[in-house]
């Protein structure tokens, strides 16, 4: 048995399966997104927690338990950064294809501002260079912080 498929009929698959893919790739990306602002609050809770953890130890003067608590940040810090950078990454790999259905849709309707995943990627361009950038500053400092802070609570006061 053989099917014979009219114009009409095409068009409609070509239109299913492109709503197929743009939704399939806007879900990886928002998934990706939304997994990557997990962590980050995350991070900030157990900065938090740490935060007042030293602060009792030094208030105890516990100094070697505040210079464990204080250097606990580092790993806490990269792990953090490592797994937020994963996240960004694996979501900016969905932008490949949302920019080509973005394109196609365009083309098909005539509606030049439905780009927008590319119009974005301009204007992250324009206004801040790197996010990597960003993100590998905070770390450092975060890093900083948490040396510092071991090392102020066993030769501090």
């Not at 157990?46 to 953890?53: I, M, N, T």
């Amino acid at each position: 048995m053989m099917f014979v498929m009219t114009g009409a009929d095409e068009s409609q698959l070509d239109d299913s399966l492109l709503k197929i893919a743009l939704d399939h790739a806007t879900r990886i990306y928002e998934s990706r997104t939304s997994n990557g602002l997990q962590v980050l609050n995350y991070f900030l809770v157990a900065v938090a927690v740490l935060a007042a953890a030293y602060v009792s130890a030094l208030n105890g003067r516990l100094h070697t338990v505040g210079c464990a608590i204080g250097l606990a940040g580092v790993p806490l810090s990269m792990v953090a950064y490592l797994v937020g950078r994963r996240q960004r990454d694996v979501a900016r790999l969905a932008e490949v294809p949302i920019r080509e259905i973005q394109g196609i849709l365009a083309d098909r309707l005539a509606i030049g501002s439905l780009q927008m995943t590319a119009r974005a990627e301009e204007q992250r361009k324009e206004w801040w260079r790197s996010s990597t950038m960003l993100s590998t500053a905070i770390f450092t400092l975060a890093t900083l912080v948490s040396i510092s802070a071991g090392v102020y609570a066993l030769l501090g006061p």
